[in-house]
């Protein structure tokens, strides 16, 4: 199956879904008492759309223990992602795509070199399997960067139950998660 007969799917499955807040309470419980958060110092996290798993009780619960937080800000016009520091006070806007992104002066950008094995990064996507295979949404933006931090940091895959499929068709570049956190 291709790629793209799989996101529409996908997108179909999401729209007839309704257990978002219910999902999103569940992810975040797993999240926060997994040790992979407990014994990270930074998180790499994402801003949920509406048909993502939302992890914002983990950014919010990250940034309340002294945890470092980081959320991507895309270049749509140069096919990139960064991603920048949130704090309390952080202010986010509207971004490339309808995501949240850090607003006005960006601040502090996450460097990738300083990744080890306290960094969690939080990954979302269209579909993923058990054993790590990730579907993102086809902008390649994920694809471009998970390969800066593989063998450094931990990365996971955050999917709802019906993203969670038997398998994906994969290419050379694609990075399997760590592990994937279900909700």
């Given at each position: 199956?291709?790629?793209?007969?799989?996101r529409?799917?996908?997108r179909?499955?999401a729209?007839?879904f309704?257990g978002?807040?219910?999902a999103?309470?569940?992810?975040s419980?797993k999240?926060?008492c997994?040790?992979?958060?407990k014994k990270?110092d930074?998180?790499?996290?994402?801003?949920?759309l509406?048909d993502?798993?939302d992890i914002?009780?983990?950014i919010?619960?990250a940034?309340?223990?002294?945890?470092?937080v980081?959320?991507p800000k895309?270049?749509?016009?140069t096919?990139?992602?960064?991603f920048?520091?949130?704090t309390e006070?952080?202010?986010?806007?509207?971004?490339?795509?309808g995501?949240?992104?850090?607003?006005?002066k960006?601040g502090?950008?996450f460097?990738p070199?300083?990744?080890?094995?306290r960094?969690?990064v939080l990954?979302?996507g269209?579909a993923?399997?058990?054993s790590?295979?990730?579907?993102?949404?086809?902008?390649?933006?994920?694809d471009?960067?998970?390969?800066?931090?593989?063998?450094?940091?931990?990365i996971?895959?955050?999917?709802?139950?019906?993203?969670?499929v038997?398998?994906?068709?994969?290419?050379?570049?694609?990075?399997?998660?760590?592990?994937?956190?279900?909700?």
């Open positions: 199956m291709i790629k793209s007969k799989i529409g799917q996908m179909i499955l729209a007839e309704n978002y807040r219910r999103a309470s569940k992810i419980r999240i926060i997994s040790q992979q958060f990270s930074t998180v790499l996290a994402y801003m949920a509406p993502e798993a914002s009780k983990v919010k619960k940034i309340k223990v002294g945890k470092s980081y959320i895309v270049f749509a016009e096919g990139r992602m960064e920048f520091r949130l006070i952080t202010r986010t806007e509207s971004g490339a795509f995501i949240q992104e850090p607003a006005g960006i502090t950008e460097q070199q300083n990744a080890d094995s960094t969690l990954v979302p269209r993923f399997t058990k790590g295979k990730r579907l993102g949404r086809g902008g390649g933006f994920y471009k960067y998970l390969p800066l931090l593989k063998n450094k940091a931990r996971a895959g955050v999917c709802l139950q019906f993203q969670l038997d398998d994906l068709p994969a290419d050379e570049h694609d990075i399997r998660m760590d592990f994937i956190f279900l909700g």
